[in-house]
């Protein structure tokens, strides 16, 4: 069976240039301040012509802290008065609220930082090695990435409470001890518990709506639910058990 990877949602959804699993976007804001005093910058798309800052990158939160995020990587950045891809900083400032640097090589940025107003540095992410981390404003990591694994970690226990890979996510309690763990393949979603047994299967596509089997245990390996989706829609017939294994529920789907 073909692995399904997660396309660029693994760090963008964290940043786009990381290509590894998903990871959910609490919150997205429209910043636009990115170019504010370098009026002699712009962002060019592919066929050289000029766009809004606000296409290129943005502001998310993520596990209850503030991050930053590409979202178009195709694009340049040019100085107009040379017309040369640009090599250098950008920083942005507002004591109220953030402090942003980055840094770009022909047109291409390779790091990206963010202090909070603290001057406590918040986020630190090289877009060379796929490396990234972020902080909460009292400086404990929430956040952590590299190549392979995106790491969530709590900021008061710092125990690691999720970690993803293109494949894969396993979830930890507060004692820090495996809960449960999904697996995605091109066709489905399946979650186990800690112990291997399955827990749920879920159909997934790629292209149109979901269609397929669903299949959810009990955690002494008894079915719990059977039934199937058609074209994004509950169809035919879905059955509930309980632990023991009798039918406690039928309901029909057309």
Sequence with gaps: MKIRPISTLFI????????LGACSVEEQKEEHYFLDGYDH??????????VHPKQ????????????????????????????????GFIRTFDSRDYNLQGEFESGK???LRYWYASRRLGMDVDYRKNTGSIWDKLGRLAISWNPDELY???PASQKITEIRTDTMTSYYNKSGELRSYTVRTDTSFVQYYADGQPRF???YS????????????????????????????QSGMWIEYDSLGNE????SYN
């Design 12 to 19: 963008f959804t964290i940043f786009c240039v990381i290509t």
């Design 41 to 50: 910058l712009e962002f060019r798309d592919s066929a050289g012509f000029p």
């Design 56 to 87: 290129y990158i943005g502001s998310y939160q993520m596990n209850g802290v503030r991050m930053y995020g590409v979202r178009d990587t195709t694009l340049i950045l040019y100085n107009t008065r040379s017309g040369e891809p640009y090599r």
């Design 109 to 111: 940025m390779f790091r």
């Design 152 to 154: 969530y970690i709590d």
């Design 201 to 203: 299967k879920f159909p």
């Design 206 to 233: 790629e292209v149109g709506p979901r269609s397929g089997k669903v299949k959810r245990w009990y955690p002494n390996g008894q079915i719990q639910v059977t039934g199937q989706y058609k074209d994004g829609e």
């Design 248 to 251: 406690i529920k039928r309901e």
